[in-house]
Nanobody
């Protein structure tokens, strides 16, 4: 069972940047894609980005996300990072890290393990 712990959230102003980290532990971590999802109050959880086990492939929700969000992973440190630039109030959400054994990264029901989430609030 993969265990995930997110960090790096907080209260930021519009236009700021933020780096979220996901610390992973467990067996065969390089076999898992690591993804980031987010959930705003009253809204469904949505896919943001994911990175394949070897770090060679990245996936993003859409082009607008891809332009401001960058996902990466460091298998030597068992971490995944989501960098968010030009933060907007609509980015306010709880951000979750998740692990998926394979590359079916877009659907939350495909993921095997989830972290507890880290709150990101964008407000002036």
């Amino acid at each position: 069972q993969v265990q995930l712990v997110e960090s790096g959230g907080g209260l930021v102003q519009p236009g700021d940047s933020l780096r979220l980290s996901c610390a992973a532990s467990g067996p065969a971590l390089s076999s898992y894609s690591l993804g980031w999802f987010r959930q705003s109050p009253g809204k469904a959880r949505e896919f943001v980005a994911a990175v394949a086990g070897n770090g060679g492939l990245t996936y993003y929700r859409d082009d607008s996300v891809k332009g401001r969000f960058t996902i990466s992973r460091d298998n030597a440190k068992n971490t995944a990072t989501l960098e968010i630039n030009s933060l907007k109030p609509e980015d306010t959400a709880v951000y979750y890290c998740a692990a998926e054994l394979g590359t079916k990264v877009y659907w939350d029901f495909e993921y095997d393990s989830w972290g507890q989430g880290t709150q990101v609030t964008v407000s002036s």
